[in-house]
Each structure stands twice: as structure tokens, then as C-alpha cells.
């Protein structure tokens, strides 16, 4: 599922992550979609870390982390994970 070219990168979202995205209540949801579409201005913002031993990003939205790749070359950004804190990166 493609959001969009909404600046300068692309955003894709893995089917799998898409229904994590979709399990969430409705609130959570919203919030977790507006910060992944900033992520196509801002692949890097302000407190994302690159995880180590993964050419993997994550970001925190509240109790959830997002989890994504950047493709520089092609300038797409690939989330591929959405969960709880606690459960993501484990």
C-alpha cells in the first residue's frame, strides 16, 4: 500500500503493518498515521534511532513504536513494523 508522494520521499506500507495500523483504536490510529505521513518531509526527525545490526529506523507515537526503512537512492521510506513499546524490537 503506497500513501503517497506527499514531498520529497515516498511512503510504502507492508501489508502486515498496514493491519497492525488498522488493529489499533481509533485515536491511536489517527496519531500513528500523521506521524508516519511526516515521515515522507522528515525521514530522520528528531528522535528516531537507527537500530543496530538493521538498516532499520524507529520512531515513538506515544505507547507505539514505528518501525521503517529508508531507501535514499529511491527515495522511499518502507514502514514495516507497528506495535506496542513493549512488544516492538524484542
Sequence with gaps: M?????ESYRL???RSAAKE??????ADCQRVVA???LLASDPRPHGC???SGAEKYRIRQGDYRILYEI???TKLVTIV???NRREVCR
Design 21 to 26: 495500523i488498522g488493529d489499533l483504536r481509533k
Design 49 to 51: 534511532e537507527k537500530l
Design 12 to 14: 510504502e506500507v507492508k
Design 81 to 83: 513494523k507497528v506495535g
Design 71 to 73: 531507501d535514499d537512492s
Design 35 to 37: 506521524r508516519i505521513q
Design 2 to 6: 503506497i500513501l503517497g508522494d506527499v
